[in-house]
């Protein structure tokens, strides 16, 4: 693979290009993120979609199983002997219309993506298995991550399934829902918690890593993000191939956003789609640094050559004010992603915005999600209340299609659901109330009565 893969640094100006067989976290000569890019013309990939719908057939190969690695010719990068899965990617895109309806959208028009039924729960999984291949192409013994919660525990996970290599997870103090850090732990990750919140805990593990050698499975890693365009590959599959008009996706480190980028202009580039759909990327107004710098401050790629000094000038300012990330949907509760550049790229090659949501209206459209089956949590909500944010402006159209990413499972945080839903006006406020949500508009809301037949009874009658 090393003579049709390689590596190389996403700023035009510079371009350098390094091999697969590096473990690097940005270009050695300019300090920009890397990319893995493929000599199509020599690899020849498939030019027909029914190529993939072939492997279906074949489904006890782990390989045409898994649904990352049933598209690994769109990601050639290993060997195949080399290749990593524990089955992950059997991901569902559903039809919602109760939540289309909440969203403002025609019937049909919204479509939920669950990748929260992922082995850990999360999206992560797409890219971890994209990250512990390379890291067996490399040989590598250990790894690490800074997390807010999901990168850990699908870490994590994969190393207690593999045992391939041990986990090292790095977290901020009390930044962590208790659903995400039960994996990491149940799974023996050794779990290291620092006096800061993910952006210290970030910087830290790329210092960390680059002295003891410890392989970085983070998002700056550019194999896991190969991993992640698979999660396009899925939604169009599910969609017969057909191009939506929107993917809607919360914004955090900006994996998500940038893979998604990569795989339409690649799939465009080898003839495999027409059109690129709009990509919208969803802040929580408490974590909403690409909102500030591309909605506010008019931050662009800009063909290779983005204003870095709006960047440092915001990012000066967010020292001087002491302002740290804070939002219920601490999955995204970030203020210095690291895929900033990549996921400007993203948003020019597909004509994308960028909103911010606030906590209620995160914690709101969770509930509608949840309602309408399976659930997701509160980050991931961003994603329909981005949606409706967006319809309501008109920018989204009343019969667009609009695929919505739900990138984590319900359980991943049932604190902030069952607060939600409570009658416990103490909890609610503990929980949902110190980050301004104020109301919960679709509690479901337990019933309480006393341990007697008759009153049970009654109870149900009256409420059923
Ligand atoms: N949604 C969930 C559930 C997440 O866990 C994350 C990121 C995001 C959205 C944001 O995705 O970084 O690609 O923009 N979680 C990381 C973690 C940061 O450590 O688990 P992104």
């Known amino acids: 693979m090393s003579d049709v893969a390689f590596q190389r640094c996403i700023s035009p100006p510079c371009g350098e290009s390094y091999g697969i067989y590096e473990s690097l976290l940005s270009c050695k000569k300019c300090g920009h993120l890397l990319d893995v890019v493929y000599d199509w013309e020599r690899l020849q990939p498939p030019t027909d979609w029914s190529y993939f719908e072939q492997k279906w057939s074949r489904r006890n190969d782990p390989l045409c ?35 289309a309806k909440y969203v403002n959208l025609n019937a049909g028009g919204l479509l939920l993506q669950y990748e929260g039924m992922n082995p850990s729960g999360s999206f992560k999984d797409n890219g ?31 190393c207690a399934i593999t045992r391939q290599m041990r986990a090292v997870i790095f977290i901020g103090s009390g930044k962590i829902s208790y659903g995400k850090l039960s994996q990491a732990l149940e799974y023996g990750a050794l779990t290291v918690q620092i006096a800061g919140d993910f952006d210290d805990a970030m910087q830290r593990v790329q210092e960390v890593s680059r002295q003891l050698g410890i392989y970085l499975v983070n998002s700056v890693n550019p194999f896991r993000l190969e991993g992640q365009k698979t999660i396009m590959y899925r939604v169009l599959e599910a969609l017969r191939w057909e191009v939506p008009d929107w993917i809607v996706v919360p914004g955090g480190n900006l994996g998500n956003s940038s893979s998604f980028g990569k795989a339409f202009a690649e799939l465009k580039e080898l003839g495999l789609i027409e059109r690129i759909p709009r990509i919208a990327i969803i802040n929580a107004s408490g974590a909403n640094t690409l909102w500030e710098l591309f909605e506010q401050r008019g931050l662009r790629w800009n063909s290779g050559q983005p204003d870095k000094g709006i960047v440092d000038a915001y990012h000066a300012e967010l020292d001087a004010l002491q302002r740290r990330a804070s939002t219920i949907a601490s999955a995204i509760e970030i203020n210095r992603p690291v895929n900033l550049y990549k996921c400007l790229r993203a948003l020019e090659l597909t004509d994308g915005v960028v909103r911010e949501v606030s906590d209620q209206e995160m914690m709101d459209a969770k509930a509608q999600v949840g309602a309408g089956g399976y659930g997701c949590e509160p980050a991931s909500a961003a994603s329909v209340a981005g949606a409706k944010l967006l319809r309501n ?40 109330g110190s980050r301004g949500v104020k109301r919960a508009a679709f509690a479901n809301r337990a019933v309480t009565v006393s341990n007697d037949l008759e009153e049970i009874i009654k109870a149900i009658q009256l409420y059923s």
């Not at 512990?132 to 590598?140: E, K, L, V």
């Not at 739900?406 to 006006?425: E, M, R, W």
């Open 65 to 99: 199983f898994s649904g990352v690695w049933r598209f690994r010719d769109l990601l050639p990068f290993a060997p195949p002997e080399k290749i990593v899965t524990i089955g992950e990617g059997q991901t569902l895109l559903q039809k919602a219309d109760e939540v």
């Open 393 to 432: 402006e008109g920018v989204i159209g009343a019969g667009d299609r609009v695929v919505c990413i739900l990138t984590g499972h319900q359980l991943k945080d049932p604190d902030a659901t069952v607060a939600y839903h409570t009658t416990d006006q103490d909890k609610f406020n503990q929980v949902l």
């Open 128 to 158: 971890m298995s994209a990250a512990f291949t390379h890291a067996q192409m490399i040989g590598a013994k250990r790894a690490a991550c800074a997390s807010t919660g999901n990168t850990s525990a699908s870490l994590a996970l994969y």
